[in-house]
């Protein structure tokens, strides 16, 4: 029977790394070994600290991640995939009664070829990025190239959002970031701390902090008819009706990546028209997981952890 080494949430703020069985594949899967994943700081925050919200199929105990890169072990008979191959995965649902929420922090997955995406040897580990520039580029869909936007955060989405808005031509995007230790690291756009900023006629915003009383703040730097794109996960949003009445202010929110999104960035990447240079900063064996997660969640010099699963069977 396969099997695998996983990180499991067994609950809020219990994290540990156990041997789990795994679903038999069938004739349009693939199985993959992992090689690495991401920790999102964002959705595995919330699960770690049991503040994400109740939907369909939450609970615990669960297998986290969405973000892995792996080589094909093994491909059905009725896919087109190949054994050796590197793939992305986002994520999986191969670990019987333990949750796959999001299923990618294991040593070993089984995966639909169809949700799986092929990617070139040379990217290593920062392909596990794909899903934070699907969802950056996702969330700048329907947006007009070279606005001038302003994006609220310089994490890594914070920092995909401001190269794509670069990628696409015209003014540059401005950041606001107050933490020091995020500051640097631009390129051919601007990063400031908000107080620092005297413009009030963004026709874009996107706010990636995922701070619940930041619209007010946002609203007020918005040109009449401007969009404020919501790309964080928030637990309450209010804000103020009137400055938003007087502007016009659109809301959107950004859910998750699409398929096509992913094939986008996919060739953005491979083109090298898109940079995922300088944005993994740590990485650490499987076997520290649970320091990996603490350092993820707690260090703000940690832009990206990346859980190394090479000496993982």
């Not at 491909?75 to 191959?85: M, R």
């Not at 908000?194 to 009030?200: A, F, V």
């Not at 794109?229 to 990546?257: C, I, K, Q, S, W």
Request: glycine share 10%; aromatic share 8%.
């Amino acid at each position: 029977m396969l099997d695998a080494l996983a990180i499991i949430l067994e609950k809020p703020e219990h994290l540990s790394l156990s041997r789990l069985p795994l679903t038999p594949p069938e004739a349009d899967d693939v199985v993959v070994r992992t090689t690495w994943s991401g920790i999102s700081t964002g959705t595995e925050r919330l699960l770690y600290s049991g503040r994400m919200p109740a939907f369909p199929g939450m609970g615990y105990p669960l297998v986290p991640g969405y973000e892995s890169v792996g080589i094909i072990e093994d491909a059905g008979a009725s896919t087109s995939l190949k054994v050796g191959q590197h793939v992305f995965v986002p994520g999986a649902r191969c670990f019987g009664p333990v949750r796959g929420l999001f299923g990618g922090a294991a040593s070993r997955l089984v995966a639909k070829a169809a949700r799986v995406v092929p990617i070139a040897d040379e990217f290593a580990d920062q392909s596990i990025l794909m899903a934070l520039a699907a969802t950056a580029y996702h969330a700048r869909v329907g947006v007009m190239p070279g606005g001038g936007d302003l994006i609220i955060g310089h994490g890594v989405l914070g920092r995909l959002l401001a190269r794509l808005a670069v990628q696409a031509g015209g003014e540059p995007p401005t950041v606001w970031e107050r933490n020091p230790a995020r500051a640097d690291g631009a390129q051919n756009y601007n990063v400031i701390a908000p107080e620092d900023d005297p413009r009030r006629n963004y026709k874009t915003i996107f706010d990636v902090s995922g701070d619940g009383n930041i619209l007010d703040e946002l609203i007020s730097r918005l040109a009449p008819g401007g969009e404020i794109v919501l790309a964080g996960f928030y637990d309450t949003l209010t804000f103020t009706f009137p400055p938003a009445f007087m502007r016009e202010a659109r809301l959107r929110v950004a859910a998750e990546f699409k398929d096509g999104d992913l094939l986008a960035v996919k060739q953005l990447v491979e083109s090298h028209s898109l940079s995922l240079d300088g944005l993994i900063t740590h990485r650490q064996p499987a076997s520290n997981a649970a320091a990996a997660y603490k350092t993820a969640f707690n260090d703000p010099s940690c832009l990206k952890m990346v859980i190394d699963w090479s000496l993982s069977a």
